[in-house]
């Protein structure tokens, strides 16, 4: 069964310092990887996703994320945070194909970005 | 926003009691997952629906029920409130099983 460990569920950090959010997931399989965005009181947002291809991905406000297969983790990255960014965080996992397509998630990481 | 349009936003009801969520998906989305997110177990996910039939099933208690319609929206169904019930539910549809799902705005519900 596919899972999701996020090790960290608190990161603080300040405004403009990098920040790396850590995400493993246990499958024996091809994954498709995901890094969800919430922020207070909303739904979750897509931030980047990995299904093939270059195991480094990026996302339009600065984030990015790689694929490390051997070590089996997918953790984001940003070089210089904002206040804006301020929000839980989720990794989330599909083992395709076989039986579930479904996304299972982790426990989240709230980061927090202190000015 | 997502094109997962979910109602009540908010529900406030008493233990025993019995609610509907509604969920309508992005236009076009054949499968509907329902999850539910709360401080002590993250997000879990409770049931799927592909196309007006059930594909999986999490940890969904055999309180909960859930349907889609010939239209594709979906309704969860939450019978026999119980306190520990409360919290975030969330809808999310996608267009093929193998790519990213989109979410709703959720349902916060409240059992008192």
């Known amino acids: 069964a596919q899972s999701v460990t996020q090790l960290d569920s608190q990161v603080p950090v300040f405004e403009e310092a990098p920040v790396e959010l850590r995400c493993n997931y246990s499958?024996?399989?091809?994954?498709?990887l995901f890094w969800y965005v919430q922020y207070p009181n909303q739904g979750l947002q897509l931030l980047l996703k990995?299904?093939?291809?270059?195991?480094l991905v990026e996302s339009i406000n600065g984030f990015e994320a790689e694929f490390n297969k051997s070590q089996t983790s997918f953790h984001l990255r940003k070089p210089s945070v904002h206040i804006s960014d301020t929000a839980e965080y989720f990794c989330?996992?599909?083992?395709?194909?076989?039986?579930?397509?479904?996304?299972?998630f982790g426990r989240g990481t709230s980061l927090i970005v202190h000015p | 926003d997502s094109g997962v349009t979910q109602t009540p936003k908010h529900l406030i009801t008493a233990t025993g009691q019995r609610v509907t969520l509604r969920c309508s998906p992005r236009?076009?989305?054949?499968?509907v997952y329902w999850y539910q997110q709360s401080l002590d177990q993250g997000l879990q996910f409770l049931i799927q629906?592909?196309?007006?039939?059930?594909?999986a099933k999490g940890n969904i208690l055999e309180r909960f029920s859930a349907q889609q319609f010939p239209d594709l929206h979906s309704e969860l169904n939450l019978s026999s409130l119980e306190l520990g019930d409360s919290a975030l539910y969330f809808c999310?549809?996608?267009?093929?099983?193998?790519?990213?799902?989109?979410f709703g705005q959720g349902t916060r519900l409240t059992v008192v």
């Open positions: 499958s024996s399989v091809s994954v498709y």
């Open positions: 236009s076009g989305d054949l499968s």
């Open positions: 989330a996992v599909i083992t395709p194909p076989g039986e579930s397509y479904i996304p299972t």
């Open positions: 629906y592909y196309n007006g039939e059930e594909r």
């Open positions: 999310a549809s996608s267009f093929q099983k193998d790519t990213e799902a989109f």
């Open positions: 990995y299904l093939s291809g270059s195991t």
